[in-house]
């Protein structure tokens, strides 16, 4: 019998290692992950001043969601979107892309009395 409670008690304690690492592994994906979308954002803000960019910064308005923002030329106006590394667009954003690609684009003017 007191081989029996052993091995239960060794197999609990081995059990609750585990949980315990694949909390601390879901945690730290978890972190990964705020700091990846963090540095995300804060490449989004810079890049327009940077060499990549092939805009006019002053050209440039930020939008942030659901696109990160629109480039005036003087030929056209340029739906922009940054992303870091391996990042991929959202669907939202696909879906914008085909429309833009589409020409499903219109101006409306709105105006107020």
Do not use: H
């Not at 994906?29 to 803000?45: N, V």
């Not at 006019?56 to 030929?75: H, S, Y």
């Amino acid at each position: 019998m007191n081989i029996l409670l052993f091995f239960i008690v060794v197999s609990v304690i081995e059990l609750a290692g585990i949980v315990y690492l694949i909390n601390k592994l879901s945690s730290t994906a978890s972190r990964k992950q705020s700091l990846s979308t963090t540095y995300g954002k804060i490449f989004e803000q810079i890049v327009p001043f940077s060499k990549r960019f092939s805009f006019e910064p002053k050209n440039f308005r930020f939008i942030g969601d659901p696109i990160d923002g629109l480039a005036f030329t003087d030929d056209e106006v340029v739906f922009c979107e940054i992303k870091l590394n391996k990042s991929a667009l959202s669907q939202r954003q696909k879906r914008i892309k085909e429309l833009v690609q589409k020409k499903k684009v219109r101006w409306q003017e709105i105006r107020g009395d």
